[in-house]
């Protein structure tokens, strides 16, 4: 079975700075997708960044870039420059190839003080 | 294409009666997903769909939920004999079927049973 774990249920960080959320995640598959999605107050959830099993390279989408250690089953989310509108749940998750269902992290709360 | 839409936005339903959610995907997705979220959870897979074809169900899904997507387009699901257990926010999201591509989130419908 895929598990994914956030051990962060909440976190703040002063606007402009940074901020790096955590996530583990365990599969017994070769080829797998990884994500960060994330869910403003009372909004739909958006894709923020997402990741492929076979780079290596990390990803990155503007402030928003990853540190994906596959060995360790790691894949962490660095918030640069944060800003007010990144206030919101952030969760981890994977599927496997094919886009199959996604499994999620049970999220992490970001509070992005002024 | 405004993206997924989900209807209604809240439900608020007595004990042991039925309520039935629709869901409108991207027109051009073929498969369909449904999640159900708990207060300070992430969401969990219940069911998802390739066209008209039911392609998997989560242990989760009791006896009491059954999903339909007839014609291949916009989706249901329905819950019998509502349980307060059953109060949760009801996520649907679509994607295509291939090319590896994100998936797509509606605004959920959030259930309450009193």
């Known amino acids: 079975a895929q598990t994914v774990t956030q051990s962060q249920p909440e976190m703040s960080v002063q606007e402009a700075e940074t901020v790096t959320l955590s996530c583990t995640y365990d599969?017994?598959?070769?080829?797998?997708?990884l994500f960060w999605y994330k869910q403003p107050p009372s909004r739909q959830m958006i894709l923020v960044i997402r990741q492929e099993a076979y780079k290596q390279q990390n990803a990155t989408e503007n402030r928003f870039s990853v540190n994906f250690q596959k060995a360790a089953k790691s894949f962490s989310l660095k918030i640069s420059d944060s800003q007010l509108g990144d206030t919101a749940m952030y969760f981890c998750?994977?599927?496997?190839?094919?886009?199959?269902?996604?499994?999620f992290g049970k999220g992490t709360r970001l509070s992005v003080i002024a | 294409d405004t993206g997924v839409s989900q209807d209604p936005r809240h439900k608020i339903t007595k004990r042991g009666q039925n309520v039935t959610f629709r869901c409108d995907p991207i027109s051009e997705h073929n498969r369909l997903y449904w999640y159900r979220q708990t207060l300070g959870q992430g969401p969990e897979f219940l069911t998802y769909?390739?066209?008209?074809?039911?392609?998997?169900k989560s242990r989760l899904l009791s006896d009491r939920f059954s999903a339909e997507r007839p014609k291949g387009s916009f989706s249901t699901l329905e819950i019998q004999r509502t349980e307060q257990g059953d109060s949760a926010m009801y996520l649907c999201a679509s994607s295509l079927e291939t090319g590896n591509t994100e998936a797509f989130f509606g605004q959920g419908t959030r259930l309450t049973v009193v």
């Open positions: 998750a994977l599927r496997n190839s094919g886009n199959t269902p996604l499994v």
């Open positions: 599969t017994s598959e070769s080829n797998y997708y």
């Open positions: 769909f390739q066209n008209e074809a039911q392609l998997e």
